[in-house]
């Protein structure tokens, strides 16, 4: 064996399949924030527990043998208790046997479903910024990403008459976000009847990344298509426990879908995770019985937006309308024109708060001059953080 041999796979490995996707700016801004000992709002994620009901439903769940395989769809308590919950709240009744798959988490049924609908050379819009699975799961499926712009000045609403123009004979899917990441905007009614006029004249798909479904604020309802006959028939409705039941490390979402849609997605689900965490797929089953903590979810972030909102307006970024999901943008230009990857670097290492440029949110980085906070944090959290931020 040569002394090169250890080295030598690597000169096997030819084009990437994924040329331009590094470390996500997540992985990278959470760890320079370590790195400082800053107050980490970037990365979504809270840093509290969930409820320790749920939690001692898991450990009963593991202590009566719920330790092996779960069958590859989902456990059928499961299956039914999300069923219950979409027609109870969206009106539309999805079959439990044929049409509701759990998954492991929401970024994993998203890649399922765009391999499972996706083909080689088909087209796929996605509305920037945009979350950034996206558009590696459509290059992963041979897709290519038609990227349309939410425009800053616009307040990062959807032009839907852009989304009508982008779609063309090869258009296979749309990818939808609401509430959305990272603009923090909600689809209401009217873009719903919008999009529902795009679909009556086209042949696409839609994919509806709904994980923040239940953080609405303001007294608005969620639109979701489920909630739609001519939308729900042709979309992948994707959700996620762990943003609901501040749990995301257990990585357990679900996928909701015609039949038809489903057994593609179910094709390509069970030789990518084939079947997901058992012990919490039936503690899940047994606390989504009680609809209080997802019913009361809207209101427990709105108090710590609020709060955080009031602490911004002390200091010189200028916050961003967030009407859904526990984040917020804020302008920074008042301070400086550093790009948003400079800025945000600046605010770690001189002032101790970690929050995430909006121009990663790009296949071509956009700067608006803006970058997002979490405020899914504990109270003290979010003081620290703004006392931090009053001095930049």
Known sequence: MSDSAPGAPASFLGTSKLPKVGTTIFTVMSQLAREHGAVNLGQGFPDFDGDARLHALVCAAMAQGHNQYAPMAGIAPLRRAIGDKVARLHGRRYDEEEEITVTAGATQAILTAILAIVRTGDEVIILEPAYDSYAPSVALAGGQVVPVPLE?????????????????????????????????????????????????????????????????????????????????????????????????????????????LTREFRKVHQFNVFAVNHPMQAALAQYLADPAPYLGLANFYQQRRDRFLAGLAGTRLRALPSAGTYFVLADYRAICDQSEVEFSQRLVREHGVAAIPVSAFYQSPQENGVVRFCFGKREETLDLAIERLRRV
């Open 152 to 260: 800053a000045r616009q307040g990062f609403r959807v032009d839907w008459d852009r989304v009508a123009a982008a779609v063309t004979p090869r258009t296979r899917l749309l990818i939808i976000n609401s509430p959305h990441n990272p603009t923090a905007t909600v689809l209401g009614a009217s873009d719903l009847d919008a999009l529902e006029e795009i679909v009556r004249k086209s042949a696409i798909f839609l994919l509806a990344d709904e994980v923040y479904e239940h953080i609405v604020f303001d007294g608005r309802a969620h639109c979701s298509l489920a909630g739609r006959p001519a939308l729900a028939a042709r979309a992948f409705v994707i959700s996620s426990f762990g943003k609901t039941f501040h749990c995301t490390g257990w990585k357990v979402g679900y996928c909701c879908a015609p039949a038809a």
